[in-house]
């Protein structure tokens, strides 16, 4: 199983048993340990993982962090651990806060199992940043992040490599948040610096609340075009050998294919898969489940097979819908309002694997002659 199969598996773990997870030691035992071991490194190996690591601060000593991560006999990531019914405000980074100071280490985590917090010393030599440089949440992956994630694995780590992006990716999510606030709600300054541009008559009150308007809806059309544009150029650069089949479906219906064109695949439709991949890997080889986009929706397959889908992702709208196979081939259309409630629908997708591998074992056995 690869590393974003590990890590989808974990979280639908999670979401099966945050509710039995009430303390801190069940939380690092339960939800910890688990994702410090796929990055790589062994838990029962303290010359990998250490726990309770003692960093003497100042007067204070024996102060200890939950977990150090060490190579070569030296610690090169830190574990702050909380409980999973923590929220994970400013005051509990203090710990870590102190122990940048007092050891080499550049690379801090804030977790409560669920969210984990990557701090670093970018601004200023030994001294850690007040804000996170990537924040990755268990129950709500986003599949850009999983990429940044891989860099902390045993395999990969590099600290070079891992400060060099680690310093783009936080200012980067600083000034996307920052562009987000503007584009739902324009800050004077923000509406006042275009306007400057297009307007050479007096700023009234009026004015500038006429400006608030359009500066609010010319931005919104202008993200929405670059999009419009972005899949307008996908869309005549496909090709023919890129053409895919197209499912024609109703309930109880037999299933037919068709070729079709113009099809983009959304990250969020990738991020659904593994998380329908995690889901059934208790039961069956992931390689055996397959993403086939379609036009109208996307199918999840099973065995590459066209007549044996899994489920269907319906996401170009604003309400997202999954569809659920029976055993009759039918489709039960869900609405769910974010990607991580498939989860709880685990039950439906493994009944729908029972299905086709009870159809090809009766297939296989031939009857028995009277």
């Not at 102060?63 to 090169?76: F, L, Q, T």
């Not at 400013?90 to 940048?100: C, D, G, K």
């Not at 599949?143 to 780590?157: A, C, D, I, N, T």
């Amino acid at each position: 199983m690869d590393f974003i199969d590990q890590i989808k598996g974990l979280s639908n773990k999670i979401s099966k048993e945050l509710g039995q997870v009430e303390t801190e030691e069940a939380t690092k035992n339960a939800l910890i340990m688990p994702f410090i071991n796929i990055l790589g490194y062994n838990v029962f190996n303290p010359a990998e993982v250490v726990p309770e690591f003692t960093c003497d601060v100042g007067t204070k000593k024996g102060e200890k962090v939950d977990y150090a991560i060490m190579k070569n006999g030296n610690p090169i990531m830190l574990f702050e651990c909380k409980s999973a019914n923590s929220d994970l405000e400013t005051e509990h980074a203090s710990q870590l806060y102190r122990y940048f100071s007092v050891t080499d280490v550049q690379v801090g985590v804030l977790t409560n199992g669920i969210a984990y917090k990557f701090y670093s010393d970018l601004e200023e030599a030994n001294k850690m940043d007040a804000k996170p440089f990537l924040e990755f949440d268990l129950l709500d992956i986003k599949e850009p992040l999983l990429e940044e994630l891989k860099r902390f694995r045993k395999e990969s780590f590099a600290i070079e490599e891992i400060l060099s992006s680690a310093s783009e990716l936080k200012y980067t999510k600083e000034i996307k948040k920052i562009l987000g606030e503007e584009l739902n709600s324009p800050s004077e300054e923000f509406v006042r610096f275009f306007t400057k541009q297009v307007y050479s008559g007096k700023m009234t009150k009026r004015v500038k609340e006429d400006f608030k308007n359009i500066t609010h809806r010319a931005f919104k059309q202008f993200v929405n075009e670059k999009i419009s544009d972005r899949l307008k150029s996908a869309l005549e650069h496909e090709t023919d050998s890129d053409a895919q089949e197209n499912i024609v479906a109703s309930e109880g219906e037999n299933l037919e294919a068709e070729k079709v064109d113009g099809i983009v695949t959304t990250e969020e439709e990738i991020e659904g898969f593994h998380i329908v991949r995690a889901i059934l890997h208790e039961i069956t080889d992931p390689e055996r489940v397959v993403l086939r986009d379609m036009k109208g929706h996307c199918n999840v397959l099973f065995d590459n097979n066209i007549k044996k889908p899994i489920c269907r992702f319906r996401f170009n709208r604003k309400q997202k819908y999954v569809g659920f196979i029976d055993e009759n081939k039918a489709e039960e259309k869900v609405q769910i309002d974010k990607l991580s409630d498939i989860y709880r629908y685990d039950e439906k997708l493994k009944a729908t694997i029972g299905y086709y591998e009870e159809s090809a074992s009766s297939e296989a056995s031939p009857e028995r002659s009277e």
